[in-house]
């Protein structure tokens, strides 16, 4: 399918859409344009025609307008909808801080977000090198890897504690206990 839409018209878009805070991306189902050449690097850089987008206040403006829908990434507007790439999360936790209530989480495009129920913290162990991939829900159904200064920060947080019937390494936060290695398998 041929793209008609352009990163420029996205973000006139976009622009527009988000004067009064985040656009209600969930309420729009705006016909598929197909595919556009845009891309999300797991370090949370973003790429157009293949170049870094260099323009912070263009990758907050476009990260406004991001949609998950199963397994798929999508830049929306009311009238327009396309595909873009994304290697794993749309977003990088690069900061937290303790605050009352819990760890509040920063990410790459400015957006907070107090780890709790609604912004569970969840790691995933590769299975051939057991490396973590930590992630911390940010907005929507949109996630932020956890990134490795920040993942080693929390770790210094966490404490031990029953989940599941068996103890768990982990950290809390919003009245919850986000589990991240079960005990018997710490160093």
């Excluded at 936060?173 to 986000?178: H, I, L, V």
Aim: glycine share 10%; aromatic share 10%.
């Amino acid at each position: 399918m041929d793209v008609k839409v352009s990163a420029d018209s996205l973000a006139k878009s976009a622009s527009a859409a988000s004067k009064k805070g985040l656009p209600p991306v969930e309420k729009w189902n705006p016909p598929f344009c197909g595919d556009l050449d845009m891309r999300i690097a797991r370090d949370g850089t973003w790429f157009y025609l293949g170049t870094p987008i260099g323009r912070a206040e263009l990758v907050r403006l476009f990260s406004t307008i991001l949609k998950k829908e199963g397994d798929d990434y999508f830049l929306v507007t009311p009238v327009e909808k396309v595909g873009i790439t994304v290697e794993d999360a749309p977003f990088v936790a690069v900061d937290f801080e303790p605050v009352e209530g819990g760890l509040e989480f920063l990410t790459n495009v400015g957006d907070k977000a107090v780890a709790g129920p609604d912004h569970p913290i969840r790691v995933v162990r590769d299975p051939e090198t057991g490396e973590p991939s930590p992630y911390v829900l940010i907005r929507r159904n949109l996630e932020a890897l956890i990134d490795r200064k920040s993942f080693y920060r929390l770790v210094e947080e966490g404490e031990t504690a029953e989940h599941d019937g068996a103890d768990w390494f982990g950290v809390r936060s919003g009245g919850q206990f986000f589990p991240i290695i079960p005990a018997a398998d710490l160093p």
